[in-house]
Nanobody
């Protein structure tokens, strides 16, 4: 059974930077899609960034050019570098692991929450203006 543990969330001013981390254990991710999602109060969970085993990355339009997703295979850790944070970035950020590749071979796009079978508990990011 996989376990995902996020860290790095905190309060930051608009324009600031944060790096989130997610340690994945108990699951082989070589054929998985790894992703970050976020959920703001009163809103649906939305995809932020994804990465596959070939280091191909995907981003939501709202974060392109500001966020960078990466993975450290030696440490089984997923990272999300967030620069130039905006007030709309206030949310709980979750990491997730799918049972299939990011490519829509299972009929599910990388940004669909139902594609992912394991989730972390989330880490709070608060951006103040």
């Amino acid at each position: 059974h996989a376990q995902l543990v996020e860290s790095g969330g905190e309060s930051v001013q608009s324009g600031g930077s944060l790096t989130l981390s997610c340690v994945v254990s108990g699951y082989a991710t070589q054929t998985s899609c790894l992703a970050w999602f976020r959920q703001a109060p009163g809103k649906e969970r939305e995809a932020v960034a994804g990465i596959d085993s070939h280091e191909v990355t995907m981003y939501a339009d709202s974060v392109k050019g500001r966020f960078t997703i990466s993975q450290d295979n030696a440490e089984n850790t997923l990272h999300l570098q967030m620069n130039n944070l905006k007030s709309g970035g206030t949310a709980i950020y979750y990491c997730a692991v799918s049972g299939s590749r990011c490519a829509m071979l299972d009929g599910l796009p990388w940004g669909r929450p139902s594609k992912y079978i394991y989730w972390g508990q989330g880490t709070q990011v608060s951006v103040s203006s």
